[in-house]
């Protein structure tokens, strides 16, 4: 596959009662990207899709993206120039580094100028905004890996948003056809604004534990179907 094209997609919707997330919501979100080119380049095409209904009203989303990523044994890098379909282009701009320091630390970061990750009922008054973002990795053995990160949003309605996240990821059991990894984290936000029309606390918290399963059903040279249970 590293020399093939590759096409990443995922998607996912939801039905609820608040007010915030909207009575019905989904987002479907792909890249496909070209073989490499000069060794340690790809181009991508990015698709983005979102929607949602707020009080019998319907919110559409939808993204273009072209961009070319950069991927070498300890740096890496990627820039991507986004636009909206007619009447309103809403252009956005993001640019990803990364660098590998040794065969335990690695660190990242990330400007995304008129961001996608944005709450989509924001939309509706014209919400706008962007994010900085930094990541700090370490591998201590095969099996252990934590990361930290830390995120700044700022609106264009005068809210600015930081979040905090940490994760521990360890490997419970790996063999041949089976990959079984446990992940721990830990977030944290806070905001200098409240009572916005979209979905934001002043300050929040959350843990998770998540399990990850990996099944190879079938392996024949490049080509792997695996099943996944999380």
């Known amino acids: 596959s590293k020399h093939l094209w590759w096409l990443h ?13 909207g009575s019905t919501h989904a987002h479907f979100d792909s890249k496909l990207f ?19 209904t707020f009080e019998k009203r319907v919110v559409d989303r939808h993204r273009f993206g072209i961009g070319l990523s950069y991927d070498r044994v300890r740096f890496g890098s990627e820039i991507e120039v986004l636009r909206n379909p007619e009447p309103d282009p809403d252009y956005g701009f993001r640019w990803l580094t990364s660098y590998r320091f040794d065969d335990y630390w690695h660190a990242s970061a990330e400007f995304f100028y008129n961001a996608d990750d944005l709450p989509i009922k924001g939309r509706v008054v014209g ?7 930094f990541n700090l990795g370490i591998r201590t053995s095969d099996l252990d890996s934590y990361r930290l990160s830390l995120t700044h949003y700022y609106f264009n309605d005068g809210n600015r948003k930081w979040s905090l996240g940490l ?7 790996i063999d041949h056809r089976f990959w079984l990894s446990n992940r721990i984290s830990l977030y944290a936000s806070t905001s200098n604004r409240r009572e916005r029309y979209y979905f934001n606390p002043k300050s929040d918290m959350s843990a998770e534990n998540r399990v990850d399963l990996r099944h190879t059903i079938h ?7 695996i099943q996944r249970f999380v």
């Open 219 to 225: 392996r024949r040279y490049d080509f792997k179907f």
């Open 167 to 173: 994760n521990w990821d360890h490997q419970l059991y």
């Open 127 to 133: 919400l706008r905004g962007s994010y900085l973002s």
């Open 34 to 52: 070209t073989p490499p080119f000069k060794h340690w380049h790809r181009g991508f095409f990015h698709h983005l899709y979102q929607t949602a």
């Open 9 to 21: 997609s995922e998607g996912r919707s939801g039905r609820g009662d608040g007010r915030f997330l």
